[in-house]
C-alpha cells in the first residue's frame, strides 16, 4: 500500500503538481522524498525543494539522473539510491521523467517487490501500478495556488484589497448589459480616472466629453452609487478603491464575483485569488488579475476595460504580455490564460493572442461571462 511507504522515489516532473500532490494527503504522505531529476531539469530544482521545505514533517533530497538515455545508466542510478534505503520501505512515484527513465524505474522496483504508483492531477488520483492487489486514492488534499506558484520560483507579493457596497459592483452589470452604448463613455471616463495619477482628482472634463448623452449618463451613476463626483469641472474619487474601480477595476471585480460563483457550484475549482502581483527572486513581477486552479492547472484572467492600441505600452502589449510572460515564466507553470476586453480587439491582437494560446472574450460575450468562462475552464 502507498500509505506504508516512509520514502518516495520521485522522477521530477515538468508538471510539478505531480510531485507535490502526494505529499499533501495523509493516505500517501512520505516521511522523506528523494527527486530524481536529468541535467536539463535543474532549473526546476530550487522551486520545487522549496514547495517541499514548507510541508511539515517531509525531508527531501536529490539524485542527478546521470543518462536519461542510457537504460543501463538509469538502471544504476534508481539502484544507488535504493541501496541507502535497504531498511526502509520505499515506493516509486513513476509521474514524470521521460519514458525510458519511467520504463526503467518501474522494472527495478517490480523485480525488488517494492510498490510503484502514478499520480494523475487531472482526477486527483494516486493511480496504483504495482503490485497488482495494491489499492489506488482519490487524493483529499489539493495543491495551493501559493504552493503551486513556489514549486516554479514565484509567490504572491501582495494583494489589492477592494471595499465595495453592493451598489457599487451592480454597477459593473449595469456596464457589461449596455456594452455598445457606454462603450465611447467609458473610453473617456478610464481616461479621467488615470488623469489623477497618484491623485484623486481627475483632469478637466472636456466640453467634447459632456456633449455626450452616454457619458453624462456616467457620471450621474458615478454620483448615484458613490464611486465619483464632478466638483469644479473635474472628476474627484472619495477614495483609491473608488478610482481604481473605475479605471477598468469595475471589471475585474465582476469576473472575481463570476468565478466566486462557479467555485460555489464546482469543486473542481480551488485556490482562487484575486488581484495580486506575483514575483521570484530574480526581480520579475506580473500582475494577476485572478487566478485559480481546476484539476490542478493554474487560470489566469488579465482583465481589460480599455482598448488594445499599438504603440501604447500601458493600453496595449502590457496586456497580453503580463499574460505571457507569467505563463512561460517557467517551464512548471502549467497555466491556461484568458483575456476579458470590453472594447472589441482588432483582428491583428486577436490573430496575435491565438498564436499566444490566450484565449480571448470580448464585448458582448462578457454579458454571458458564466458561461462563456464554463467553456473555457472545461477546455483541455
Excluded at 34 to 40: D, F, R, T
Excluded at 118 to 124: I, K, L, P
Excluded at 362 to 375: C, S
Amino acid at each position: 500500500m502507498v500509505a506504508e511507504r516512509s520514502i518516495h522515489l520521485c522522477l521530477v516532473s515538468e508538471d510539478l503538481t505531480l510531485n507535490l500532490t502526494p505529499l499533501l494527503n495523509e493516505a500517501t504522505r512520505p516521511e522523506h522524498i528523494v527527486l530524481l531529476y536529468a541535467s536539463e531539469q535543474l532549473n526546476l530544482l530550487e522551486g520545487l525543494m522549496q514547495a517541499v521545505a514548507s510541508l511539515e514533517n517531509i525531508d527531501a533530497s536529490v539524485q542527478l539522473l546521470t543518462d536519461v538515455c542510457d537504460a543501463d545508466a538509469v538502471r544504476k542510478d534508481v539502484l544507488h539510491v535504493l541501496s541507502a534505503y535497504k531498511e526502509k520501505a520505499v515506493a516509486l512515484n513513476a509521474s514524470g521523467g521521460n519514458r525510458l527513465t519511467g520504463l526503467v524505474a518501474t522494472q527495478v522496483f517490480q523485480s525488488l517487490n517494492k510498490p510503484v504508483f502514478y499520480v494523475d492531477a487531472s482526477t486527483d488520483q494516486v493511480i496504483a501500478v504495482y503490485p497488482p492487489d495494491a489499492q489506488s486514492h482519490q487524493l483529499t488534499q489539493r495543491i495551493a495556488v501559493p504552493q503551486y506558484l513556489m514549486a516554479a520560483g514565484y509567490e504572491i507579493q501582495d494583494r489589492r484589497e477592494v471595499g465595495l457596497t453592493s451598489s457599487q459592483r451592480a454597477f459593473a452589470q449595469e456596464l457589461l448589459s449596455n456594452v455598445r452604448h457606454y462603450s465611447g463613455a467609458l473610453a473617456a471616463l478610464n481616461w479621467l480616472a488615470a488623469s489623477a495619477g497618484s491623485g484623486l482628482q481627475s483632469k478637466y472634463i472636456e466640453s467634447w466629453h459632456m456633449s455626450s448623452p452616454a457619458f453624462i449618463g456616467l457620471l450621474d451613476r458615478l454620483r448615484d452609487v458613490g464611486l465619483a463626483h464632478v466638483t469644479r469641472n473635474c472628476l474627484v474619487f472619495p477614495g483609491e478603491a473608488q478610482k481604481f474601480f473605475v479605471n477598468g477595476g469595475w471589471l475585474q471585480d465582476y469576473a472575481r464575483q463570476v468565478v466566486a460563483e462557479l467555485q460555489g457550484r464546482s469543486p473542481d475549482i480551488h485556490g482562487v485569488e484575486h488581484s495580486v502581483l506575483v514575483g521570484n527572486e530574480g526581480g520579475q513581477q506580473v500582475e494577476v488579475d485572478a487566478m485559480f486552479l481546476v484539476n490542478n492547472r493554474l487560470h489566469l484572467i488579465e482583465c481589460r476595460a480599455k482598448k488594445l492600441k499599438k504603440g501604447n505600452a500601458k493600453n496595449g502589449a502590457e496586456a497580453i504580455h503580463r499574460l505571457d510572460e507569467l505563463m512561460t515564466l517557467r517551464e512548471g507553470l502549467q497555466a491556461k490564460s484568458l483575456l476579458l476586453s470590453y472594447r472589441p480587439l482588432r483582428e491583428v491582437d486577436l490573430r496575435r493572442m491565438q498564436l499566444m494560446g490566450i484565449k480571448v472574450l470580448q464585448e458582448k460575450q462578457l454579458h454571458n461571462l458564466r458561461f462563456y468562462l464554463e467553456e473555457w475552464i472545461a477546455e483541455r
